[in-house]
């Protein structure tokens, strides 16, 4: 069994950064992809950012490719999501993920951390 826990969530103005922390008990979380999703009031959940657990590679959406950065950090158990460049779009509740595959989500869920970006 895994529990996530988001942090880092927060009002920022367009053009600004922050960086999210998932922070993993359970079961060691660097045998799972880990992964970031968002949802937005009124929208389906999506898929944001990606890191394989076989190979460390990551992967992005579109709309967050170059400005996200996800990585981690093992001796800690958490999982990070450097945003930059924060567009009024980003505004969400953002999710971590472990499990699954792809853009398709585990079925490890945190409880969610709002992002808000004012313009």
């Known amino acids: 069994q895994v529990q996530l826990v988001e942090s880092g969530g927060g009002l920022v103005q367009a053009g600004g950064s922050l960086r999210l922390s998932c922070a993993a008990s359970?079961?060691?979380?660097?045998?799972?992809?880990m992964a970031w999703f968002r949802q937005a009031p009124g929208k389906e959940r999506e898929f944001v950012a990606g890191r394989r657990y076989s190979d460390g590679y990551t992967y992005y959406s579109g709309s967050v490719k170059g400005r996200f950065t996800i990585s981690r950090d093992n001796a800690k158990n958490t999982l990070y999501l450097q945003m930059n460049s924060l567009k009024s779009d980003d505004t969400a509740v953002y999710y971590c993920?472990?499990?699954?595959?792809?853009?398709?989500?585990?079925?490890?869920w945190g409880q969610g951390t709002q992002v808000t970006v004012s313009s």
């Open positions: 993920n472990a499990g699954g595959a792809g853009s398709s989500p585990g079925s490890y």
């Open positions: 359970g079961r060691t979380f660097s045998a799972y992809n």
